[in-house]
């Protein structure tokens, strides 16, 4: 994954109150690639 990507974010296990819609929606990815985890990509 690189910086300036754009993927989906699945929010629907958002918490109940959070404010955030229940539902996928897209992101742009910010960041050090180094930093993401094995299952990012």
Same mark, same amino acid.
């Given at each position: 994954m690189?910086? =300036?990507r754009?993927v989906?974010?699945?929010? @629907?296990? %958002?918490?109940r =109150?959070s404010?955030?819609?229940n539902?996928? @929606?897209? %992101? ?10 094995v299952g990012f990509g």
């Amino acid at each position: 994954m690189t910086p =300036g990507r754009i993927v989906v974010v699945d929010w @629907r296990d %958002a918490l109940r =109150g959070s404010g955030e819609p229940n539902t996928m @929606r897209p %992101a742009v990815v910010i960041g050090r690639p180094d930093l993401y985890g094995v299952g990012f990509g």
